[in-house]
């Protein structure tokens, strides 16, 4: 009939906060535009994903200029970006799931700077908690 059911709900729903897929059914392209074609293989009655559990810690000079972009600007509502919290939503797009301390210790400073950078991120609308305990950073 032409919908899609996820066959492994938890599997979905794993997926969807990851960021992985989405909800309206996109998610091979989206799958495809972050691992590439190597991740998704078209069986005759199923579709296999491969997805590395891995994060990739450095972005290539083309996805980290794109991000760059999109975390740098600035509407008339939100006060612009300085390199530290791009620095942090960078981090969340790359990993939603990383906590404060990760964070603290991969940019080299404290869990008390990254608490004062968050909140400032989430006042003005850049970032959103979704969940608390298990949850994941929402870069907006």
Do not use: C
């Amino acid at each position: 009939m032409g919908e899609s059911i996820p066959v492994n709900e938890k599997l979905s729903e794993i997926f969807l906060q990851l960021h992985i897929s989405e909800k309206s059914g996109r998610g091979v392209p989206i799958i495809v535009s972050t691992y590439g074609k190597d991740a998704i293989t078209f069986r005759e009655n199923s579709i296999l994903v491969t997805i590395p559990f891995t994060r990739i810690q450095k972005v290539d000079k083309k996805v980290g200029k794109k991000v760059d972009e999109k975390v740098g600007e600035s509407t008339e509502d939100r006060p612009p970006l300085n390199p530290r919290r791009k620095a942090i939503l960078l981090e969340m797009t790359q990993n939603p799931m990383i906590t404060e301390p990760e964070l603290a210790s991969k940019l080299g400073i404290s869990v008390t700077a990254i608490d004062n950078n968050i909140s400032f991120l989430k006042k003005n609308k850049y970032l959103e908690r979704i969940g608390k305990r298990g949850g994941y950073w929402k870069v907006l």
